[in-house]
């Protein structure tokens, strides 16, 4: 169409151009009037007739295409499923073989030798990889732990006026309640010039409860005192006169002590050794434990002291508890043995005990292992009351004597 010039086309004279119209459907249409090719269709016959007939056309062209390709369809949809069934199967035998395989493997050491050359990298890689995060958690978890612990055993120090008596180097903790504090000194007055030392205490079950835990350990390592302060250490009844006698200048040793609370039963256990001099291992057993013993216990220490409150309520849980056991030994053999090497040293020296001596005689003279074990048939009170709350001033047995009568106990010497 050129410019300024109306167009002379059937469409610009508001007709339509029968060479623009589509062609006939041919065979896509049904017969009818859809199929005439002279264009003059009644706009009427656009409605439902119309519809039906194109879908009546969709459906036999459907049922035509069926035919022609649907056998080629099954066939190609049972050789598919096939192929799947027997990948699946494939799949199936193979995991049952490499189960089978690495049975018989595991079983024989030489295959599993073999199993363990071919996959050592891998498990050794996994496993080192797990064992490299752990290790950093528990790192920063022990970190973390030791920080608390070096403040609540400051913070406890001040608080019991301890601070100037105690003094350590270090603290270490872990996540499970294990704290061991290195280079302990522990002066026992202010004009103490020597205190004990203790290379390391270590404390185990420890809780972040305001009460004593249900178990609890405690064992100090590497103790170095002065023949001075022997006596308290070793509770030997060892002057320190007697120990520079026998050429000790220092005393050096380890001690442990732990106990266990459970269903009202105590075990208490402690144990020790001195160099050249001896030690203890000491195991109780106590019955009829209160529950709240371990509270009340630490009620007291909180208290600041022992009033007459404490004390009284101390007597009352006191008086139910009863001795079930008791296994107690003592050793004497290193100081024995140092005494009879000086024969100037103000102990006894060997001599030769008459047939009738007396377990103690023995072993005060010859040394060895003085061992004491109870033989009760049913737990006796460790306390005896008089009157009311009086059972804490009054232990039911005053001397190692009267223990061993009361507990029926055997002593012998090893």
Known sequence: MQSGKHGTAPLARGKPDPKLLLPPLSTLAPPGKLAQADGGLPL????MGVATNAEQSVQQMASTLWAEHGPRIKASGAVAA???????????HHGADTLHDATAAMADPTKRAGLWARYRTLIVASGAGVVVLAGIGWVAASHEASRMANQKLHDFLEQTELASYVRYGSVSASPFGNVTIY????????????PIRVGSLAIGG??????????????????ECSTEQANILTASGLSDTKLRGLGYSTVTGDIALSYSLSDRKLAVKSNASFVQIGGWNVSVDLADVPNTFLSGMTSVVQGGGFNLVSLMQMAQQFASIKLQSADIQFDNKGIIERAQAIPDSPFPQNR???????????????????????????????????FPYSSLFNPAFSSLDSFIANTHATVTVD
Do not use: C, Y
């Not at 009427?44 to 409605?47: E, R």
């Not at 023995?362 to 109870?374: A, E, H, P, S, Y």
């Open 206 to 223: 420890l809780s972040s409860s305001r009460t004593l835990p249900g178990a609890l350990s405690l064992s100090a390592s590497h103790i």
């Open 44 to 47: 009427v016959t656009l409605g």
């Open 352 to 386: 030769t005990q008459p047939d009738n001596a007396t377990p103690f005689a023995r072993w005060g003279t010859q040394g060895g292992t003085l061992k004491i074990v109870t033989q009760l048939e049913e737990p006796l009170p460790i306390m005896q009351a008089r």
């Open 82 to 92: 096939g192929q799947v069934s027997q990948f699946a199967g494939r799949v199936l």
């Open 183 to 194: 280079d302990v000194s522990i002066r026992l007055s202010d004009n103490d010039t020597h």
